[in-house]
């Protein structure tokens, strides 16, 4: 054990030496002696300028043709960036690769790491609870971990009635009412006092809504809010109860422990990923990181070192002190750790993302921008949609990496009890990861229809233009996940006894996910552009009789019937399981295949959705603020971001194959190994 956790201590203490030297330097930078070519000379809010508008330019174009000055190459855009005249790009080459090209790179591989090491830590921490034995301590922990949790559902359960019903501050009242439904009722079940199942949901219901409604701030109640109240409360109650009173499994522990040592390699690759990203944008991008520094310099220089050596700090501590506390019998503290790490990652993410948003949708005025506080500029318009999509996004990418771990190790492993538990870790990864999954595409609409509010240019470039092939691959990928997801649960239910009462409307509803799929990605004409340009066939254009496949409603409603008959076949599989005897390690051999590639699709999904996001901004860094005046402005073709994409997402599924391949597999080996050796009778002396 002492051998394969020494190279993680010496890379924590590498990259923890490289972010103290990042952070010395943001701070030092304003001893350091003055030089034309530092980065740190300019991060001062005055010396540099907002994004004029266009008539302005006009203006100045007019003033200097009335001048008779030199016909020249037109310079009045670089105002964008502050002083115009010094301002040079330089183009650089990394390993074959261009500017964008490099820093794409390195930023999606960041970004992947760290949604792993942030979505697999929500459900390790209650993966942990299930395995853990029920005592006072642990019960005590139970209770911040429902309400966790709890705040977790009620989100999510918030968002979508407020897409779908339109309640007005439907997240909060979800929020509320789970949380302190889950509370409450856990500090009861805590004392014996509300063991029945119907008496904490109806405990939960009544107490959540009656905290969360004076908590919202309405100026009057709707029936419908009161209602999602009421069902938030009830849900946080049940999963109160359940928790509490679950019966230890040790299988959970293992998982949970396993889970977690790949997260603990993962998270010395997030901070090196991350490192080399900042190091790449202050070589090729060196005015544009200037300037962002500069918009938010508590967020850089403070906060966000804080929050990530803190983070770092309680992780290690989390990996670190599982098995001596489970000797010393404190499994509650490090139940306690597991939810202060959750609690630091959702800040963390939640941090970051406001520069993120800031980029594609900054903070209106934006003649104001000068003057704006740091925290205006960080709660933009979609800075709380990006949240929810990331966190139900990174949930979904948690569970289907451990789809991945367990299919990998059911393939590796030759012995009959280890094929049993990882086929059951594949089924509890892709449980995890058709639950969250499910109201993922509401998180997606709720963040887009904040960007068409924002400026409808935005939407229109995304759905209608440039990237609406984009879009095309990002929905195909949906719908294949989607698929893939239904298909392994049909495979998995052929080992339950008595499932095959459920296979008839199953099969009905793989009819229905085919056709929703193929109406989801049917685009209305197939040219990426609003209308067709010089090259382009102007006949790429579905038929009129057909035309009502690429509307709206059309797309709504298919993305609908996927997300319910998923729904629906995720109820059957668990009602199989719970009422038939389920036969691990006899699983169909396309199931830990198919779980791979529901893996892979995922990762492939979430580098592409990035690369959406990231292209919508057009031809600028900040949207209207600060212009891209690189060589590569443009939007590159579908086929180069694609391959680029592809060859990003391929470095890191061989990374994670090694990473667990180091964490789990390898240690069982060379325990296999040395057994023999402990085993050999000693000779007497």
């Known amino acids: 054990m002492k051998q394969s956790q020494s190279p993680l201590?010496?890379?924590?203490?590498?990259?923890?030496?490289?972010?103290?030297?990042?952070?010395?330097?943001?701070?030092l930078s304003p001893?350091?002696?003055?030089?034309?070519?530092?980065?740190?000379?300019?991060?001062?809010?005055?010396?540099?300028?907002?994004?004029?508008?266009?008539e302005e330019e006009d203006e100045d174009e007019e003033d200097e043709d009335e001048e008779g000055e030199a016909e020249e190459e037109d310079l009045s855009y670089l105002t964008d960036i502050g002083p115009a005249a010094d301002h040079e790009f330089e183009e650089f080459s990394f390993l074959g690769m261009s500017n964008r090209k490099f820093t794409w790179a390195a930023a999606q591989l960041h970004i992947l790491f760290a949604s792993f090491i942030l979505g697999c830590p929500m459900f390790v921490v209650i993966m942990e609870v299930m395995g853990a034995r029920r005592t006072q301590g642990v019960r005590k922990a139970i209770i911040l971990s429902n309400v966790f949790l709890a705040v977790l559902i009620g989100v999510v359960i918030g968002i979508?009635?407020?897409?779908?019903?339109?309640?007005?501050?439907?997240?909060?009242?979800?929020?509320?009412?789970c949380a302190f439904g889950a509370l409450i009722v856990s500090f009861l079940n805590?004392?014996?006092?509300?063991?029945?199942?119907?008496?904490?949901?109806?405990?939960?219901?009544?107490?959540?809504?009656?905290?969360?409604?004076?908590?919202?701030?309405?100026?009057?109640?709707?029936?419908?809010?009161?209602?999602?109240?009421?069902?938030?409360?009830?849900v946080g109650g049940l999963l109160s109860n359940g928790i509490m009173f679950a019966q230890a499994d040790f299988k959970f522990e293992r998982l949970a422990h396993e889970i977690t040592k790949v997260i603990g390699i993962c998270y010395s690759f997030t901070a090196l990923t991350g490192g080399l990203f900042l190091f790449v944008m202050l070589v090729a991008y060196k005015d544009f990181i200037t300037y962002l520094i500069s918009s938010f310099p508590m967020l850089f220089m403070v906060a966000y070192p804080t929050l990530f050596i803190l983070e770092t700090v309680i992780m290690y501590i989390y990996v670190y002190s599982w098995d001596p506390l489970n000797k010393a019998n404190k499994k509650g503290r490090h139940i306690v750790t597991g939810i202060m790490l959750n609690v630091f990652g959702l800040?963390?993410?939640?941090?970051?993302d406001g520069p993120a948003t800031f980029m594609q949708a900054p903070t209106k005025p934006l003649a104001d921008l000068l003057t704006m506080s740091e925290w205006d500029k960080i709660t933009t318009s979609i800075w709380m949609p990006l949240n929810y999509h990331r966190l139900v996004g990174n949930g979904t990418f948690g569970g289907y990496m451990v789809c991945i771990i367990g299919a990998y190790m059911y393939l590796w492993s030759d012995k009959k009890e280890e094929r049993e538990y990882y086929d059951w870790v594949g089924y509890i990864g892709n449980l995890i990861g058709v639950a969250i999954m499910i109201p993922l595409p509401a998180m997606g609409y709720i963040f887009v229809a904040e960007i068409y509010r924002y400026d409808a240019t935005i939407g229109m470039y995304i759905m209608s233009d440039r990237e609406s092939m984009f879009m095309l691959v990002q929905g195909l990928l949906v719908g294949t996940m989607f698929s893939a997801s239904n298909i392994y649960m049909w495979v998995s239910m052929k080992r339950i006894e008595n499932a095959e009462r459920f296979f008839p409307a199953m099969k009905f509803g793989f009819v229905l996910i085919v056709i929703s799929a193929t109406i989801w990605f049917t685009p209305r004409r197939f040219f990426a552009t609003m209308l067709p340009e010089p090259g382009m066939d102007p006949n790429m254009v579905l038929p009129d009789n057909l035309a009502f496949l690429a509307l709206m409603v059309s797309k709504n409603t298919a993305a609908f019937c996927l997300v319910t008959v998923t729904f629906i076949n995720y109820i059957f599989y668990t009602i199989a399981t719970k009422t038939g005897k389920v036969h691990y390690g006899k699983i169909n051999p396309l199931g830990p295949y198919v779980l791979i590639f529901l893996g892979f699709s995922d990762i492939w999904l979430m580098s592409w959705m990035g690369t959406i996001r990231e292209l919508s901004r057009m031809n600028w860094h900040i949207y209207k603020v600060f212009k891209d005046v690189t060589p590569e402005k443009f939007a590159p073709s579908l086929a180069e971001s694609g391959f680029h994409v592809t060859m990003i997402v391929w470095l890191f599924f061989i990374l994670m194959t090694a990473i667990i391949w180091i964490g789990i597999k390898y240690p069982k080996t060379k325990k296999k190994e040395i057994e023999p050796t402990q085993a050999s009778p000693q000779m007497a002396e």
């Open 9 to 27: 201590k010496n890379t924590f203490f590498k990259t923890l030496l490289c972010l103290l030297f990042i952070y010395m330097l943001g701070h």
């Open 347 to 352: 800040t963390l993410l939640m941090a970051l």
């Open 31 to 54: 001893f350091l002696p003055a030089s034309s070519n530092s980065i740190f000379t300019n991060l001062s809010f005055q010396t540099l300028a907002y994004a004029q508008d266009d």
């Open 160 to 177: 979508t009635g407020e897409i779908i019903i339109g309640i007005h501050h439907g997240v909060l009242y979800g929020l509320w009412a």
């Open 190 to 234: 805590y004392f014996h006092r509300l063991m029945n199942i119907r008496a904490s949901a109806f405990v939960g219901a009544v107490f959540g809504t009656l905290i969360a409604m004076p908590l919202t701030p309405v100026e009057h109640y709707e029936v419908s809010a009161i209602i999602l109240a009421l069902i938030n409360g009830a």
